[in-house]
């Protein structure tokens, strides 16, 4: 069955990179844009980033440009975000999307 599963999220200072990665396993990875998404309490979820199938397109979230970079390998089926020069606001729970399907979530906390 389709599974979507995120790791690399913890807790960073303000200014501090993380890297997450989300695996992804029961369908043909290489035919599918991903996308990463968040959620903050309170707050609805919105889009971060998302690649093309390939990999020649991405697009970013105004927030995060210039701060996020989408890529993805296709030989390992996984797609990851790093991040860097991260701040406060960008705590939340992050998720991997392919159309239709969610990974669980990984949080991230930018907090001194």
């Known amino acids: 069955q389709l599974q979507l599963v995120e790791s690399g999220g913890g807790l960073v200072q303000p200014g501090g990179s993380l890297r997450l990665s989300c695996a992804a396993s029961g369908f043909t990875f290489s035919n599918y844009p991903m996308s990463w998404y968040r959620q903050a309490p309170g707050k609805e979820r919105e889009r971060v980033a998302r690649?093309?199938?390939?990999?020649?397109?991405?697009d970013y979230a105004d927030s995060v440009k210039g701060r996020f970079t989408i890529s993805r390998d296709n030989a390992k089926n996984t797609v990851y975000l790093q991040m860097n020069s991260l701040k406060p606001e960008d705590t939340a729970v992050y998720y991997c999307?392919?159309?239709?399907?969610w990974g669980q979530g990984t949080q991230v906390t930018v907090s001194s």
């Open positions: 690649i093309t199938s390939t990999g020649s397109s991405t």
């Open positions: 999307f392919r159309l239709g399907s």
